[in-house]
């Protein structure tokens, strides 16, 4: 430990505390704008300097550490100017036209310069602007960008895929894709890491809420019915910019607003990942029973940010991905055949909207030959979570006063098993319980496969069922599926089945999510969905009763012909732009 003094204040902090993280533990918090908890530690945007008794020139609190007896001065007239100077520098490059940025209100650097005043500059502005195509899913815009330089270290550090670079040096400085390329060539997994870990409005998804109207006519045309459905991970995050306590933020009042919103039908993509389920358990013990025929590890394929790294990186492992597509691609299938029929409704009329914590499901609702319906896309429009939450804004509902709705039928009813989908090992955990089952006959204890729970961005288990010991892992972050990946290619790990997802802490962390600059809320997102599992009646995919009958009336069995037309995907049937 050493004493130090803040603002003339006695502190006893451990040793090595960055001055950051010691002023903040003593609750006279500094402004930081380019700090990333060990992933942008550059000092680079100087909003944070501070000044030291005895040393001549202001520091960086972020990335200076205490030291024994040191004075520090957080906001002196000397650092206030400072920080003034600083801030007005950037905002002299900066496009500051907030009414028309999405990130107003939950932005760092407007934060920043409304605290400290600046509501005028003497700088002149020079704004850069540089083109960019916007229907690719991921939005760059350079005239909000701050060169942080935060979201090439995500991409880099912690996805291990290097698209942003920065060109030339001081004043004239931009952040943009590397080697000069169009972000439609580069491999970027559309992972969404960057957009949620940028301060500003410089990085987004692109905005599909109007397409609902004007493209698909969803809430102005009489004559569409409009089905939308909702992603497990969704229901953990979607209060959180709605002023709402987690306990508030209800699954049903989340249906409850989808309804007052206009949508025809309400449906719970927890249906879909059970129905997932059947279909890549049901896979994976074939292929299992067929060793000969297959190379292992199997890998999840419900994760399109995943699905385009390996394409990109490693396209001679493609045959290796199970072939079911994603819940929601599933569960659009599913609407657009077996549920017209059931209720009578012209294929063609319906406009199908997944709600997803992610933005790689914007590029997979595109992919041409996942489409298997006969009546044009399984998805038609992709909205994030954050998306949802700006219709809901816009149509200025009071969620609190709300009453509860149950999901519609068909598809209305999940599982626990579904639900933790939207948390890194929750796939496998799922299969897990439903493999089980189909080998021996009899449910295993549903927390069973706990081992495969938390944040490790790399967990393994071995399971013994009926005798068949099966390896198993979980990674999720792009950076640790290449760890293991490449683990894979050395021979110094083996499994039979792996799960992938492209964000760190799963879906729940996803790169759609509503964005708490500085925070990491997979965690506690993710304990909501199993929560939501513990307290489930059914814990198990294959006792969904409405699964159940599906197969009865439509799909007959797992992996059937008709299952294998309208549930899985042909890999090979698409191409990212580097893929040999
Ligand atoms: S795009 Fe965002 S994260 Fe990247 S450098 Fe610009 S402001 Fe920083
Ligand atoms: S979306 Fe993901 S892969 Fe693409 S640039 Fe951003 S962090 Fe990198
Ligand atoms: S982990 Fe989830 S949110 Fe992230 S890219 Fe994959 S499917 Fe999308
Ligand atoms: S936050 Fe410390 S220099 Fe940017």
Excluded at 67 to 72: L, T, W
Aim: aromatic residues 6%.
């Amino acid at each position: 430990m050493v004493n130090i003094k803040i603002n003339e204040m006695p502190v006893q902090i451990k040793e090595g505390t960055t001055i950051l993280n010691a002023a903040a533990y003593a609750n006279m918090p500094v402004p930081s704008l380019c700090y990333l908890k060990g992933i942008n530690e550059i000092g680079a945007c100087r909003i944070c300097v501070v000044e030291i008794k005895g040393v001549n020139r202001l520091v960086p609190a972020c990335n200076n550490t205490v030291q024994e007896g040191m004075e520090i001065y957080t906001n002196s007239p000397r650092v206030r100017e400072a920080r003034r100077t600083n801030v007005e520098l950037i905002l002299s490059q900066h496009n500051c036209n907030c009414p028309t940025c999405v990130r107003s209100g939950n932005c760092s650097l407007q934060k920043v310069a409304n605290d400290l005043g600046l509501f005028a500059s003497e700088y002149e502005r020079d704004i850069p602007k540089k083109h960019w195509p916007v229907t690719f899913p991921l939005i760059r815009d350079s005239s909000r960008c701050i060169k942080c330089m935060r979201c090439i270290q995500i991409c880099d550090k912690v996805q291990d895929l290097n698209i942003w670079d920065i060109s030339k040096t001081g004043s004239r400085a931009t952040v943009g894709v590397a080697h000069n390329l169009q972000i439609t060539q580069a491999d970027c997994a559309l992972c969404g890491q960057c957009i949620t870990h940028c301060p500003t409005g410089a990085l987004r998804e692109r905005d599909d809420t109007l397409k609902l109207s004007s493209l698909h006519g969803a809430f102005s045309d009489p004559e569409k019915v409009t089905v939308v459905q909702v992603a497990p991970a969704v229901r953990a995050a979607w209060g959180e910019e709605l002023g709402l306590s987690r306990e508030e933020a209800t699954p049903k009042k989340l249906a409850a607003a989808l309804k007052a919103l206009g949508f025809d039908y309400v449906f719970d993509t927890d249906f879909g990942a059970d129905l997932t389920i059947m279909e890549e358990g049901s896979e994976f013990l074939e292929r299992l029973q067929n060793k000969e025929k297959y190379t292992f590890p199997m890998f999840t394929s419900c994760c399109p940010g995943w699905v385009r790294f390996l394409k990109s990186q490693y396209p001679e492992m493609i045959d290796q991905l199970s072939t079911a597509k994603s819940p929601h691609q599933m569960q659009g299938a599913m609407t657009k055949t077996y549920f017209a029929e059931k209720m009578g409704i012209d294929p063609d009329k319906i406009v199908n909207i997944s709600i997803m914590p992610c933005v790689a499901k914007k590029h997979e609702a595109d992919i041409p030959n996942i489409n298997d319906s006969g009546h044009g896309k399984d998805v038609d429009v992709v909205l994030t979570t954050r998306e949802v939450v700006r219709m809901i804004r816009a149509d200025h509902l009071d969620v609190k006063k709300l009453q509860e709705m149950e999901f519609d039928n068909p598809f209305g009813t999940g599982t626990g098993a579904g639900v933790i989908f939207g948390a890194t090992g929750g796939v496998m955990e799922a299969a897990l319980r439903s493999c089980y089952y189909l080998v021996t006959g009899k449910n295993p204890y549903p927390d069973a496969f706990y081992m495969v729970r938390g944040l490790d961005g790399w967990k393994e288990a071995c399971i013994d069922i009926q005798g068949t010991t099966v390896h198993v892992a979980v990674v999720s972050g792009l950076g640790n599926t290449r760890k293991l990946i490449k683990a894979l290619q050395n021979g110094e790990a083996e499994y039979d089945f792996v799960e992938v997802m492209a964000c760190p802490g799963g879906c729940a962390g996803g790169g759609g999510q509503p964005i708490h600059d500085g925070e990491e809320l997979a965690g506690v997102r993710g304990d909501n969905l199993y929560f939501l599992d513990r307290t489930s009646e059914l814990r198990f995919s294959h006792e969904n009763p409405d699964i159940l009958k599906m197969y009865e009336e439509f799909l007959e069995k797992p992996l059937s012909h008709t299952a294998h037309v309208l549930l899985h995907t042909d890999h090979h049937g698409w191409k990212m732009p580097n893929e040999g």
